[in-house]
């Protein structure tokens, strides 16, 4: 089975456009309420951004997007002061 990367995920939700976002929000509430994302969700999110995806490919894809869900979740929760400075400069590590 053929997995998909980071940078081919990024590029189908960025894909998506103003329809994915809805969508996505539809997701994040799935997800809060049930744990998991829809396999209907699923494919109309495939659907709408333009992306073909095999059969045994699902599992990987769902599996990925429900990580990608919680960890807006764990962004969302985080409670950041107004009197925070921004970052000067992000340096990512591995």
Known sequence: MERISRRKFAEIISGAGIA???LLETMYAEMQDSGS???GSLHAFLEVSGTKVRDEQLVSVQ???ERAMESLKRIR???VRQETEPAVA???RR
Do not use: C, Q, Y
Request: no cysteine; glycine share 6%; net charge positive.
């Open 20 to 22: 994915g976002t809805a």
């Open 63 to 65: 599996a990925s997007l």
């Open 90 to 92: 992000f340096r990512a």
């Open 37 to 39: 994302v829809s396999r």
């Open 77 to 79: 929760d985080r409670e």
